[in-house]
């Protein structure tokens, strides 16, 4: 049995995850950010990390380095709703959430055969917690940081897909992480970016957003984390979830029943900030209304001394230490009894290094992918690529990206599966630094093409804002007005309703490698009338 920390000092760094390599600009790799960790560990005795930006072979080795050096366990957690490829490269990549619900009668087996991959392949490189499923119904379709990492936009079909993201992780000894309660998918804000505010009565929440986080306890998820997000409906003080005690404690604990694990969103976000407010006065606030993990916090020292000091100067009741520490360690030693407690360090005793990106999860990630794949606008007789003639150009595609800031393990080219599948044609790229006299030239030379295809990149990123530049728009609507194009939506399907004369809409739902490639074999399918036509589920 694992013996839990004796001194407050470590019984408060227990309850602490620091982020451990990071995808924000600039960007650093889990190798590169180590040593920082090894020199908090030596004073802090941290209960786990926030991880970012690894790739499959470096990674595992780095996190059985930090276990060896770090005093007790530590649990690694990481948002991987796309798989463990979203973080790792080399790993698994899988479509977003919302492709799930395109693919029809299969999507709870595909669902629950991805996350027992990709919980498999998080397990064999040394990592405990998923923090996903996302929970949020995609009730706004604009909303700027959940849309396509939502699993649909009603609560029935999201707590159906959630449950067999749960069953799949856990059943493979994956801890997973319900979020973010309690519900985020009716914002327009990002909560990266400021502190949104869902003004919403506690019965019209009860009725959509509470659902799926409510089948999320039934059906023993692990830990839930919190939406940096204000509710008054819940907590008349207007302040985010994350600090509202009667959102955490009595509408979470008390009244749904959870008695896993509280765990915060990241404390970086905007969204968690208040101007001028100590991180240690910060985090004494979040423990107080129920948070048991302080994730991605900015200042470990300056947060756990303050901290020490409020408790022995009894400001902070040690209880609340006490109920936190004794639920996080519950989390190691559950693993500790499934795999081994050596197996923090030697994660080969839960999984073999080998199943990380194997061609079988690979294989099952270009399946979904495929079966996702909609026809949203044209008929059968559109969905036809026509043959170029004498002297004439093949087929032109155009993917339009609205962000290239951001590190993102999971962004595949396009241009060499297109060109590699359409010899007689060209791909030209859209982004957010192209001039306006440059995409006038374009739209001209697209002219020379018996076929176009727009392919556009809507998706949530944090801190980037959502949706196409108003120039990259701008293209769009020209280009469709004067040539009968394909438009390929390579993220949330709201896209295809901005044009008015698109000849055929295809949305994907995703821009992982998967999808990439996916769509060019649907596309080719197209120049021999192979193609079936699949329509959108309500």
């Known amino acids: 049995m694992l013996s839990p920390p004796k001194e407050l000092r470590d019984q408060i760094s227990q309850l602490i995850f620091p982020r451990l390599g990071s995808n924000m600009n600039p960007s650093i790799s889990v190798e590169d950010d180590a040593a920082r960790i090894e020199k908090l560990l030596d004073t802090y005795p941290i209960g786990g990390l926030c991880l970012f930006n690894g790739d499959r072979i470096r990674t595992p080795q780095t996190l059985t380095r930090l276990q060896s050096r770090s005093k007790f366990p530590l649990l690694i957690g990481t948002d991987m709703e796309r798989g463990l490829g979203q973080q790792l490269r080399g790993a698994t990549v899988f479509p977003h959430a919302m492709a799930f619900q395109a693919t029809a009668v299969e999507d709870e087996e595909l669902l629950e055969q991805s996350a027992r991959a990709a919980a498999r392949e998080a397990l064999a490189a040394g990592l405990h917690i998923s923090f996903s499923p996302v929970a949020d119904v995609n009730s706004n379709p604009r909303n700027p940081i959940i849309s396509t990492r939502a699993y649909g936009s009603t609560p029935q079909t999201v707590s159906r897909l959630m449950k067999a993201y749960i069953r799949g992780c856990q059943s493979e000894g994956l801890f997973t992480t319900a979020k973010h309660f309690p519900g985020h998918g009716d914002t327009d804000v990002d909560s990266h970016e400021a502190l949104p505010v869902v003004s919403k009565s506690r019965a019209d929440l009860e009725a959509l957003e509470l659902v799926p986080f409510r089948e999320a306890v039934n059906a023993g998820v692990s830990l839930i984390m919190t939406a940096h997000v204000s509710y008054p409906g819940l907590d008349r003080t207007g302040v985010e979830a994350t600090r509202s005690k009667p959102i955490l404690s009595d509408v979470l604990r008390q009244d749904i029943g959870f008695k896993g694990v509280v765990i915060s969103d990241s404390l970086l976000m905007a969204g968690a900030d208040h101007q001028g407010e100590h991180p240690g006065e910060m985090a004494a606030t979040l423990l107080r209304a129920g948070v048991d993990i302080l994730l991605d916090i900015k200042d470990v020292p300056l947060t756990v001394d303050y901290l020490v000091d409020l408790v022995n100067q009894g400001e902070l009741d040690r209880k609340v230490i006490d109920a936190a520490l004794e639920r996080v360690w519950s989390l190691k030693t559950r693993f500790a009894a499934r795999f081994g407690p050596s197996a923090f360090i030697d994660p080969s005793m839960a999984q073999p290094f080998s199943v990380i990106g194997t061609d079988v999860h690979r294989a099952l990630a270009s399946k979904i992918a495929e079966k996702s794949i909609q026809v949203a606008i044209g008929t059968p007789a559109d969905l036809v690529l ?153």
């Open 386 to 538: 026509k043959k170029a003639g004498l002297g004439q150009y093949g087929t032109a595609c155009v993917l339009v990206r609205p962000h290239t800031t951001y590190n993102d393990p999971t962004a595949a080219p396009l241009e060499k599966a297109f060109l590699s599948a359409f010899t007689d044609g060209a791909f030209f790229q859209v982004l957010p630094d192209t001039r306006d006299d440059q995409l006038e030239d374009l739209v001209e030379q697209l002219a020379n093409f018996v076929n176009v295809i727009v392919a556009v990149v809507v998706k949530p990123a944090a801190w980037h804002k959502f949706g196409l530049l108003a120039s990259q728009a701008a293209f769009v609507r020209e280009v469709s007005a004067r040539y009968p194009i394909f438009l390929v939506a390579l993220g949330s399907p709201i896209v295809l309703a901005d044009f008015e004369h698109i000849k055929v809409g295809i949305c994907a739902y995703s821009d992982v490698e998967p999808t990439m490639l996916a769509l060019v074999r649907y596309l080719k399918s197209l120049e021999s009338s192979e193609a079936q036509v699949s329509l959108p589920r309500s």
